[in-house]
């Protein structure tokens, strides 16, 4: 099992109770370009700390938000390629729906995958909901704009023999040709974020590394569906490296100290969906059953705990979030039997995606949390992790 260390490199000073939105609408004079700066580079220097205590890099972009000040994941993505030296650099992602250009997403991917010298995990979402407004796209056929976008990268970027001519429905290029060609052949690998049946179908017919995020327990039926998949198709069993489940991780030596940075983690889960109503719900961004699911649920994403609690995913109770699996919780040993657990019920992960800073967190604290995590817990995941699911 591999761990990625991710923060969302969130603005927190923006988070304060006369903001009824921290998305969209929230003006840009409450960020200050200076503050801003410092919380650019303690980030930039967790994630080398966490390249040289052996974990790999998780980057992630939204837009116009407190919550995530990397509106260009391609930026840190770059920096770290060139200042790292043997971590793998996920970005989860690019929402390519909401791009206008493709064309430019796989120049991006070639050249920091030749930067990093072959070290660039290629992962691309559909987009969050909130942002559909500032894409000057619709909600309406999102899912087609990402399997057209998709296709186009990936053909962008394995092509060879110069020029190609690309006329879909919703891009238009007379001449296609990527300079440079990627490190990796014919591309990097691929990640696509699902849990939809029809989402996840389409992931495992491509043989993709297949990551939910903050679904807790619930991510068994949707890694089983994969699993589902490929024997439909005949393909050989997927192997845990297919796998990937993102988590908020609070961990030190002493568990009340962990117990109390949970408490700060947590506000990542109370406030990352404070956002002014007309951006909940774009038309066509849900499909009628996941629509109907929101409803069933007041509007919340509620999840299962190991013990068949139902419990809202963002304003649950801390030890009901652990028994749901979303947070992991404690000291060191907590923390890795948590995992192992965890790995065990959702029938084997290649990959733990570790939201190791969030929210009020410090740097000196999201440091210890990486250093703990690879000295610790990160040894005993890749000796005991289950073995897969047949």
Same mark, same amino acid.
């Given at each position: 099992?591999?761990?990625?260390?991710?923060?969302?490199?969130?603005?927190?000073?923006?988070?304060?109770?006369?903001?009824?939105?921290?998305?969209?609408?929230?003006?840009?004079?409450?960020?200050?370009?200076?503050?801003?700066?410092?919380?650019?580079?303690?980030?930039?220097?967790?994630?080398?700390?966490?390249?040289?205590?052996?974990?790999?890099?998780?980057?992630?972009?939204?837009?116009?938000?407190?919550?995530?000040?990397?509106?260009?994941?391609?930026?840190?993505?770059?920096?770290?390629?060139?200042?790292?030296?043997?971590?793998?650099?996920?970005?989860?992602?690019?929402?390519?729906?909401?791009?206008?250009?493709?064309?430019?997403?796989?120049?991006?991917?070639?050249?920091?995958?030749?930067?990093?010298?072959?070290?660039?995990?290629?992962?691309?979402?559909?987009?969050?909901?909130?942002?559909?407004?500032?894409?000057?796209?619709?909600?309406?056929?999102?899912?087609?704009?990402?399997?057209?976008?998709?296709?186009?990268?990936?053909?962008?970027?394995?092509?060879?023999?110069?020029?190609?001519?690309?006329?879909?429905?919703?891009?238009?290029?007379?001449?296609?040709?990527?300079?440079?060609?990627?490190?990796?052949?014919?591309?990097?690998?691929?990640?696509?974020?699902?849990?939809?049946?029809?989402?996840?179908?389409?992931?495992?017919?491509?043989?993709?590394?297949?990551?939910?995020?903050?679904?807790?327990?619930?991510?068994?039926?949707?890694? @089983?569906?994969?699993?589902?998949?490929?024997? *439909?198709?005949?393909?050989? %069993?997927? $192997?845990?490296?297919? &796998?990937?489940?993102? +988590?908020?991780?609070?961990?030190?030596?002493?568990?009340?100290?962990?117990?109390?940075?949970?408490?700060?983690?947590?506000?990542?889960?109370?406030?990352?969906?404070?956002?002014?109503?007309?951006?909940?719900?774009?038309?066509?961004?849900?499909?009628?059953?996941?629509?109907?699911?929101?409803?069933?649920?007041?509007?919340?994403?509620?999840?299962?705990?190991?013990?068949?609690?139902?419990?809202?995913?963002?304003?649950?109770?801390?030890?009901?979030?652990?028994?749901?699996?979303?947070?992991?919780?404690?000291?060191? @040993?907590?923390?890795?039997?948590?995992?192992? *657990?965890?790995?065990?019920? %959702?029938? $084997?992960?290649?990959? &733990?995606?570790?939201? +190791?800073?969030?929210?009020?967190?410090?740097?000196?604290?999201?440091?210890?949390?990486?250093?703990?995590?690879?000295?610790?817990?990160?040894?005993?995941?890749?000796?005991?992790?289950?073995?897969?699911?047949?």
């Amino acid at each position: 099992m591999r761990i990625y260390h991710f923060s969302e490199q969130p603005y927190p000073k923006a988070w304060v109770p006369e903001n009824k939105s921290i998305r969209i609408v929230i003006p840009n004079s409450q960020c200050d370009p200076k503050e801003l700066a410092t919380i650019y580079h303690e980030r930039l220097d967790e994630w080398l700390h966490a390249d040289e205590m052996g974990l790999d890099i998780m980057i992630n972009e939204h837009h116009a938000t407190a919550t995530c000040v990397c509106p260009v994941a391609a930026i840190p993505l770059a920096v770290l390629a060139r200042q790292t030296r043997r971590a793998r650099l996920l970005t989860l992602g690019y929402p390519i729906a909401n791009r206008l250009d493709p064309v430019r997403v796989a120049e991006e991917f070639a050249m920091i995958d030749v930067l990093s010298r072959g070290r660039l995990e290629m992962g691309l979402v559909r987009g969050i909901q909130y942002e559909i407004p500032l894409s000057i796209r619709s909600g309406v056929g999102q899912m087609d704009r990402f399997w057209e976008a998709h296709d186009l990268i990936i053909k962008a970027l394995s092509t060879r023999t110069g020029p190609f001519d690309w006329q879909g429905e919703h891009f238009q290029y007379p001449k296609v040709n990527v300079w440079p060609q990627p490190w990796q052949q014919p591309h990097p690998p691929v990640w696509i974020t699902g849990r939809s049946p029809q989402n996840v179908r389409e992931i495992a017919e491509r043989g993709y590394v297949l990551a939910t995020f903050l679904s807790g327990y619930d991510t068994r039926p949707v890694f @089983d569906n994969y699993r589902k998949t490929c024997a *439909e198709l005949g393909r050989p %069993v997927p $192997g845990r490296d297919r &796998f990937a489940y993102l +988590g908020i991780v609070a961990i030190a030596q002493d568990r009340r100290e962990a117990w109390r940075r949970a408490e700060i983690m947590s506000g990542y889960l109370r406030s990352s969906s404070i956002v002014a109503e007309p951006f909940n719900t774009p038309p066509g961004y849900f499909s009628v059953p996941d629509a109907a699911r929101m409803l069933k649920g007041a509007g919340r994403p509620m999840v299962t705990t190991k013990d068949g609690k139902k419990v809202d995913a963002f304003k649950g109770e801390l030890e009901d979030l652990v028994k749901a699996g979303i947070m992991f919780v404690g000291t060191p @040993d907590d923390v890795t039997e948590q995992i192992l *657990e965890f790995d065990d019920k %959702v029938g $084997g992960l290649g990959h &733990f995606l570790m939201m +190791g800073h969030a929210g009020h967190m410090t740097h000196k604290e999201a440091c210890d949390q990486i250093t703990l995590m690879a000295k610790e817990v990160m040894p005993r995941l890749r000796k005991q992790a289950a073995p897969q699911v047949a």
